[in-house]
C-alpha cells in the first residue's frame, strides 16, 4: 500500500514537473513568437513606407515622360502621351483638380490649333485624331478645369469628329451654370443646321449631351434649345437623328 501511494506520487510529481516544462516551453514559443511577429510587422511597415514612397516616385517619372512625350512634334509620341494620361485616370491617379496633368492633356486637346508648328508655311502639328482622343480623356476626368478646357475646344475646333467629342463631353460633365454649355452646343447646332450636308455623327452626339444635362440638371428650359433641336428634326440629316431630336424635346424636362 505504501508502495503504491509512494509510486503513485512520485508519479503526479513527474507529471507536475512534464507540466511545468511543457508550460515553461509554451510561454517561451509564445514570447518568441510575438517577438518575431513585432519584428515582421515593423520590418513590413517600413515596407509600407517604402512602397508608397516608390509610388509617389514612380508617378512623377510617369508624369515627366508624358510630358516630353506630349512637347513632341510627332504624333505617335503624343499617342504614347494620351495612352500614359488614361492609365493614370484608370488607376484613379487623376483627380478633376489635378491642374498639371489637365493642363497637359488640354495642350494635346488643342494641338494644331491653340499650339501650331509651322513647316513651310503649313501648319505641321495639326494632329485631330489626337485632338479627338485627348478631348474624350478630359471627359473621363470631368471636373470645372476639364469642363473650361472642352468649352474652349468647342469654340475654336474646326474639326466635327472633335467637336463631338467635346461636346459629349460636356453632357458627360453635365453642369450647366448660367446655360453656358447649352449655350455652347446651341450654337455649334446653328452652324450646322444651316448646312445643305451636316454631320450627322456631330448632331447626334449634341442630342445625347443636351439629353444628359437635362437629366443632371433637372430638365432645360431654354426656348433657344428647343429651337435648334426643332431645326435638327426638321433639317437634313439621317432619320435616327431627327427622331433623336424629338425625343430628345419631349425629355428636356429631365428626369
Do not use: H
Request: glycine letters at 8%; a neutral charge; proline letters at 3%.
Amino acid at each position: 500500500m505504501c508502495f503504491s501511494l509512494c509510486l503513485v506520487k512520485s508519479m503526479w510529481k513527474r507529471r507536475y514537473s512534464m507540466g511545468k516544462l511543457v508550460t515553461i516551453s509554451v510561454s517561451l514559443l509564445l514570447i518568441f513568437g510575438a517577438t518575431s511577429l513585432w519584428a515582421q510587422a515593423q520590418e513590413s511597415g517600413e515596407s509600407s513606407v517604402r512602397t508608397i514612397e516608390e509610388l509617389y516616385l514612380d508617378q512623377a517619372i510617369d508624369q515627366q515622360i508624358i510630358r516630353g512625350q506630349a512637347r513632341s512634334n510627332t504624333r505617335e509620341a503624343k499617342f504614347l502621351a494620351i495612352q500614359g494620361v488614361r492609365a493614370m485616370v484608370q488607376r484613379g491617379e487623376v483627380s478633376p483638380d489635378n491642374v498639371e496633368m489637365i493642363r497637359v492633356v488640354e495642350g494635346l486637346a488643342t494641338e494644331g490649333i491653340g499650339r501650331q508648328v509651322r513647316s513651310s508655311g503649313a501648319v505641321s502639328n495639326n494632329f485631330p485624331d489626337v485632338r479627338r482622343e485627348a478631348v474624350g480623356l478630359l471627359g473621363d476626368i470631368g471636373g470645372p478645369i476639364a469642363q473650361r478646357a472642352l468649352i474652349r475646344v468647342v469654340r475654336e475646333d474646326p474639326e466635327p469628329m472633335v467637336l463631338a467629342e467635346a461636346i459629349y463631353g460636356l453632357g458627360t460633365i453635365g453642369n450647366n451654370d448660367d446655360n453656358e454649355i447649352t449655350a455652347n452646343i446651341v450654337a455649334v447646332l446653328r452652324r450646322q443646321n444651316a448646312r445643305e450636308m451636316p454631320d450627322n455623327n456631330l448632331a447626334f452626339a449634341s442630342l445625347l449631351a443636351l439629353e444628359k444635362i437635362a437629366r443632371a440638371s433637372g430638365g432645360i428650359s431654354d426656348p433657344a434649345v428647343v429651337d435648334a433641336l426643332l431645326d435638327v428634326a426638321t433639317g437634313n440629316y439621317i432619320r435616327e437623328v431627327r427622331l433623336k431630336a424629338i425625343d430628345v424635346i419631349y425629355n428636356l424636362r429631365g428626369a
